[in-house]
């Protein structure tokens, strides 16, 4: 009996030692991807060396000194590997201005300074096609119109047709400039609750956050604004801001507001808010950040700016408020600069002008600070749209840090990167996976070369794809590969608000 159990216990033991052996010879589950050999900066972690990267299943799942296998591996030597650069501030929420944004480095880009509307539809409509990743604000300039009773008929209308045919409808158009007079109105008491109302509804759709781009409807009193960022506050939600004017004070006043109410604030491109004033404005906020208050802020590197000639912003005045003539503004659609004549006659017309209104020293300050953000304000694609649609980071690597040496490259890169992501996660969830290359990460990989990358898109010719972006991995599918766009791909996924409530 003693025999017989012996023989079996020694039995079992040789089935479970070959078992085990046959378990060490299997191949562990192969990287989808293999990023060999380059240069890993990660200024979340600290991180700057040569790494392996293994992607699987769209996240970043080993990163080693060793070798590693992969079903793709592709050879980056000589190549820096970084997060995917994240802009907070892109106009341009198509494929085709996306196409650029990827050649750029860009593997998220968001609609927060104006935002849209109609939250859950727009949403809706990027889902399963999109190139890169997307978000957006709810837009208070179009819910506090929708909050006027005198435009309520004029909603629907608009609403109406975009349903039915499109939101390129010729019949549009019209009707916006009737709907653009609202910018002129100031809200009832009634109204203004049910604005709020409708910021709550657009939060509970998957907002991130609330769009004020306030510079563009002059009818919206202090009251309002103040009311607005009370309930942001309450809401523990942030508010993304193109403040009320090219002025100090106007910087003023949103910091005054988030203070006392406690409220998450960034302010949209510092630059062009401040012009030759921006030294103080930027003490504002980081003297703002060094009390313990949330406000933040971003800038774009050109000297020139964009938006509608029909908006507010050419009222009355507008030559002394930003310190320019008519000979600084170009017409977008055949480049040439306006007169008088000219400038009236495309006023009426409506389109995009580019604004001539900022020295480059002004843009070097603000990006050597080391609390401002790198976000592009890109324009709709259009064939003579402001170079910064195309190649703003780009130019952040090359001109500042390559040739001007005014920040480093980690610098530079925490500043596109994880400086973005963090300023999101208090509202996205989806946020705290973004703007790192670490094990578990989304797989949003931007690889270049530091000693060509470059923006080649200009004032004069419009966008065109950065150079030296050799790769760009969205949710770990190549968007870009060998400096070539991916046909037919559409890994890009939302970003959405931690107050959605409708899924």
């Known amino acids: 009996m003693r025999r017989r159990f012996h023989t079996t216990f020694v039995q079992a033991a040789v089935f479970i030692s070959i078992f085990a052996l046959i378990l060490v010879a299997q191949p562990a589950k192969t990287f989808d991807v293999v990023l060999k050999g380059g240069r890993v900066v990660d200024p979340a972690s600290g991180l700057d060396g040569i790494r392996n990267v293994g992607i699987r299943d769209g996240k970043i799942v080993r990163i080693s000194k060793r070798p590693i296998a ?5 050879d980056v030597t000589g190549l820096v590997v970084s997060p995917g650069f994240i802009d907070l501030h892109a106009h341009g929420q198509t494929n085709k201005a996306n196409e650029y944004q990827a050649r750029d480095g860009v593997t998220t880009a968001l609609e927060l300074e104006g935002g849209v509307g109609n939250v859950a539809g727009w949403l809706k409509s990027r889902k399963d096609n999109a190139l890169i990743n997307y978000g957006a604000s709810v837009a208070h300039s179009e819910i506090r119109a929708k909050a006027m009773n005198k435009y309520a008929s004029l909603i629907a209308e608009i609403e109406s047709i975009t349903k039915t045919e499109g939101p390129q409808s010729p019949k549009l158009a019209p009707l916006y400039r009737q709907f653009a007079a609202s910018g002129y109105e100031s809200l009832t008491r009634e109204e203004l609750a049910r604005m709020l109302d409708l910021v709550k ?18 009818g919206a009193t202090r009251t309002e604004i103040f009311r607005l ?6 809401q523990k939600s942030l508010i993304f801001t193109h403040v009320r004017d090219i002025n100090v004070s106007a910087i003023q006043e949103a910091i005054a507001d988030a203070a006392v ?22 003490a504002m906020v980081e003297n703002a950040q060094k009390r313990g208050l949330d406000i933040t802020t971003e800038l774009y590197p050109y000297t020139a700016a964009s938006t509608s000639l029909e908006s507010s912003l050419f009222d009355e005045g507008w030559q002394k408020r930003m310190g ?17 004549e000219s400038f009236e006659k495309y006023r009426k017309q409506g389109g995009v002008v580019i604004i001539h209104l900022m ?8 990006i050597k600070a080391p609390f401002t953000m790198i976000a592009s304000d890109g324009m709709p694609f259009a064939p003579g749209a402001h170079p910064r649609s195309a190649g703003t980071f780009s130019r952040v690597l090359g001109l500042y840090v390559r040739e001007k040496k005014a920040l480093s490259l980690v610098d530079a890169l925490r500043k596109m990167t994880i400086m973005p992501a963090k300023r999101l996660e208090t509202i996205s969830p989806g946020a705290a996976k973004k703007g790192r290359i670490q094990e578990g990460m989304d797989a949003d990989i931007t690889v270049f070369d530091p ?7 200009t004032f004069k010719s419009g966008p065109s794809f950065s150079k030296g972006v050799r790769h760009v991995l969205v949710n770990g599918r190549f968007v870009v590969r060998d400096e070539e766009n991916v046909e037919g791909v559409y890994p890009g996924r939302a970003l959405r608000g931690k107050l959605m409530t409708d899924n």
């Open 70 to 74: 992969g079903r793709d591996i592709l």
């Open 201 to 218: 509804q657009g939060l509970s759709e998957g907002a991130l956050g609330i769009g004020v781009p306030v510079g563009y409807y002059p």
């Open 229 to 234: 960022y009370e309930y942001a506050a309450g």
């Open 261 to 282: 109410n406690g409220t998450s604030l960034h302010i949209v491109h510092l630059n062009s808010m401040s012009l030759g004033k921006i030294e103080t404005t930027l």
């Open 324 to 340: 320019i003539t008519y000979e600084d503004l170009q017409w977008q659609d055949s480049g040439e600069r306006l007169t008088k």
């Open 359 to 366: 020295k480059p020293e002004w843009i070097e300050m603000g």
């Open 451 to 457: 000693a060509t990358i470059v923006d080649t898109a």
